[in-house]
T-cell receptor
Framework: DAGITQSPRHKVTETGTPVTLRCHQTENHRYMYWYRQDPGHGLRLIHYSYGVKDTDKGEVSDGYSVSRSKTEDFLLTLESATSSQTSVYFCAIRGGTGANVLTFGAGSRLTVL | DQQVKQNSPSLSVQEGRISILNCDYTNSMFDYFLWYKKYPAEGPTFLIS?????DKNEDGRFTVFLNKSAKHLSLHIVPSQPGDSAVYFCAASDRGGGSNYKLTFGKGTLLTVNP
């Protein structure tokens, strides 16, 4: 167990509201990631971090921002949620079962009405 | 442009038979390949991986084959069990990317193993 906790696990919100998803890890991993999973699209990378305050964009970063002010927490923010951001969001760390393996959290299901 | 492709959205096999899941990639910089398994309402879990310096890696009932010239890999599950029913994702990475390390995933294949 890589000690990854995502919160909230489920959230329903309305279009235009801000939403923040939190990923917390307990094992001091340097790399953290946010992916989203949608039917027909698989897992797509939103943003990732390779250290405190070091972040970069993934393939579907529009409409999302991230922050990493300490090693253990990686926050994903939707500044103004849209229905197209209804998805399941997975946080991951690099490590766990191998140096080049990503280990995923249990996911956060977000519904934007 | 999809860099990792899983062209079969679903696969159904009988218990005890072999399951073969396929994956193609287009980026020649990819040098490390992974398979993940995902059950509903859970996060993906790592299954098996292979480096580009190998053409086969085996772990119990699971074997991954890599054909670099064809940019193709496959996951063999023998014998298949009902508990193997899940979505399988193929993923690839470029380990030479330094701090730019990330996994690119395919769209997944839903495997159903029938008793």
């Amino acid at each position: 167990d890589a000690g990854i906790t995502q919160s909230p696990r489920h959230k329903v919100t309305e279009t235009g509201t801000p939403v923040t998803l939190r990923c917390h890890q307990t094992e001091n991993h340097r790399y953290m990631y946010w992916y989203r999973q949608d039917p027909g699209h698989g897992l797509r990378l939103i943003h990732y971090s390779y250290g405190v305050k070091d972040t970069d964009k993934g393939e579907v970063s529009d409409g999302y921002s991230v922050s990493r002010s300490k090693t253990e927490d990686f926050l994903l923010t939707l500044e103004s949620a849209t229905s197209s951001q209804t998805s399941v969001y997975f946080c991951a760390i690099r490590g766990g079962t191998g140096a080049n393996v990503l280990t995923f959290g249990a996911g956060s299901r977000l519904t934007v009405l | 442009d999809q860099q990792v492709k899983q062209n079969s959205p679903s696969l159904s096999v009988q218990e005890g038979r072999i399951s073969i899941l396929n994956c193609d990639y287009t980026n020649s910089m990819f040098d490390y390949f992974l398979w993940y398994k995902k059950y509903p309402a859970e996060g993906p879990t790592f299954l098996i991986s292979i480096s580009s310096i190998k053409d086969k890696n085996e772990d119990g009932r699971f074997t991954v084959f890599l054909n670099k010239s064809a940019k193709h890999l496959s996951l063999h599950i023998v014998p298949s069990q009902p508990g193997d029913s899940a979505v399988y994702f193929c993923a690839a990475s470029d380990r030479g990317g330094g701090s730019n390390y990330k996994l690119t995933f395919g769209k997944g294949t839903l495997l159903t193993v029938n008793p």
